[in-house]
C-alpha cells in the first residue's frame, strides 16, 4: 500500500520502521525541528530523523495544513498516525488514517495515556488501533493488544514496549480484514497533557500514590517535595504522621498519609544528586523531624 505517516517522537519510530519494511511510504510527516536542551540548539524529532536515515520523503510543516496539497497530490491509499501531536483537519480526513494509540482505548483518550495509565495504579494497558475521525480518540476501533503493567515499571520502559506492540498489531491489521467497532463512548476517560506542576508530592498523599507519580513523571516531570527533588525512592514498610521521618540509615524512610517511602538519591534545585542518607545528615534531619 501507498501510505502518508505522521509522526513524531521516539514512541513513533518502531512503526515507521515496519511500514517502511512491509509497504511503500509515500511521504513522512514530522513536527518542525525545535530548540532544545542548555545550548537551545535546535534538534530534529525521533520521526524525521529516522525518516532521512531511511531516505524516506519527509515534510515539517509549521502546520499540518500547510502540506494538505503535497499529501493530497501523492494519491495515498490510507494515512498512519502515531503520536503526531496535533489534531488533523478535516479535509485531510477524506483520506482513511489510522492511528496507533498506547491505550485500551476508549480509555485514557489525549496526549499522555502511558504516564496517567501508570499515575492511575492501572496494572493492564495496551495499544489500539483506531481509524481517525474528527474528535480526539473517538474513532471506531480495529484492534487491542494487551499488556501487563510492572509494579515497579516507569514510563520510559513501558513506552519502548508499547511502541513495538503497536507497531507488530498495525502490520498484522492492516494485512487483516480491517473490522471496525464503535468505541463504547460512555467509558471513556481522559489523559491530558502532564504539567510540570503536577510533579509536586504532598506526604499526605499514600506512598502509592506517590509512586506511581515517581513512576509515571519519569523522565519529567519528575517528583519533587518543594526545591528537594526524588530521585530514586522505593515503597517502605512503616507508618506515621505524613512527612515524618522513620529512620534514616543507608537510605531515609519517610511516613506518608498510608504507608511510607525510601528515599534513596535526592537532588536539591541546582545542585548535584546525593544519595538520601548524605543529604539526610548535611540538611540535619533527625528521626522523628517532620518534613512539610
Known amino acids: 500500500m501507498r501510505i502518508v505517516f505522521l509522526g513524531t517522537p521516539e514512541f513513533a519510530v518502531p512503526t515507521l520502521d515496519a511500514l517502511a519494511a512491509a509497504h511503500e511510504i509515500a511521504l513522512v510527516v514530522a513536527q518542525p525541528d525545535k530548540r532544545a536542551g542548555r545550548g537551545l540548539q535546535l534538534q530534529s524529532p525521533a520521526i524525521a530523523r529516522r525518516a532521512k ?16 496539497p503535497q499529501i493530497e497530490a501523492l494519491k495515498p491509499d490510507l494515512g498512519i498516525i502515531v503520536a503526531y501531536g496535533k489534531i488533523l483537519p478535516p479535509q485531510l480526513l477524506r483520506i482513511p488514517f489510522f492511528n496507533v494509540h498506547a491505550s485500551i482505548l476508549p480509555k485514557y483518550r489525549g496526549a499522555a495515556p502511558i504516564q496517567r495509565a501508570i499515575e492511575s495504579g492501572e496494572i493492564e494497558t495496551g495499544v489500539t488501533i483506531m481509524r481517525v475521525n474528527e474528535e480526539l480518540d473517538h474513532g471506531p476501533i480495529l484492534a487491542i493488544k494487551k499488556t501487563a503493567i510492572g509494579p515497579d515499571e516507569h514510563a520510559p520502559s513501558l513506552s519502548n514496549r508499547l511502541s513495538k506492540l503497536g507497531a507488530d498489531l498495525l502490520l498484522r491489521t492492516l494485512a487483516g480484514d480491517m473490522r471496525e467497532t464503535p468505541q463504547d463512548h460512555s467509558r471513556a476517560t481522559l489523559a491530558p497533557k502532564i504539567e510540570k506542576s503536577e510533579g509536586e508530592i504532598r506526604w499526605s498523599d499514600s506512598a502509592g500514590a506517590i509512586y506511581n507519580k515517581y513512576r509515571a513523571f519519569d523522565p519529567w516531570p519528575g517528583v519533587f517535595q518543594g526545591e528537594l527533588k526524588l530521585i530514586e525512592i522505593s515503597p517502605a514498610a512503616g ?7 522513620l529512620s534514616i540509615d543507608d537510605g531515609v524512610t519517610v511516613a506518608t498519609g498510608n504507608g511510607a517511602l525510601r528515599l534513596i538519591l535526592l537532588q536539591r534545585a541546582g545542585k548535584s544528586r546525593q544519595r538520601a542518607a548524605e543529604f539526610a545528615r548535611g540538611a540535619g534531619w533527625r528521626v522523628g523531624a517532620r518534613l512539610e
Open 239 to 245: 507508618s506515621g504522621v505524613p512527612g515524618e521521618i
Open 53 to 68: 536515515e531511511l531516505g524516506l520523503p519527509l515534510a515539517q510543516p509549521a502546520k499540518i495544513r500547510d502540506a494538505l
